[in-house]
């Protein structure tokens, strides 16, 4: 896994334009080939994350 690191002003929010987390983890299903099994896992792992800190 490879983290990125996105450049912060002083006072901690991120200077670069960071996607929201709805929008990632949809990029990551259209762009990643995935067996049905597969998907329903990362599906299923995702879905939680996003209700957490939002889709925004």
């Known amino acids: 896994m490879t ?7 002083p006072d901690g929010h991120p ?7 709805g929008a990632a983890v949809e990029a990551f299903f259209v762009h990643r080939d995935l067996a049905p099994n ?3 896992a990362y599906r299923a ?3 939680p994350l996003v209700g957490a800190v939002g889709a925004d």
Do not use: G, Y
């Not at 200077?15 to 987390?21: D, E, G, K, L, R």
């Open 45 to 47: 792992a995702l879905e």
């Open 38 to 40: 597969s998907r329903r």
């Open 3 to 9: 983290l990125v690191h996105f450049p912060q002003a």
């Open 15 to 21: 200077t670069a334009h960071v996607p929201p987390v």
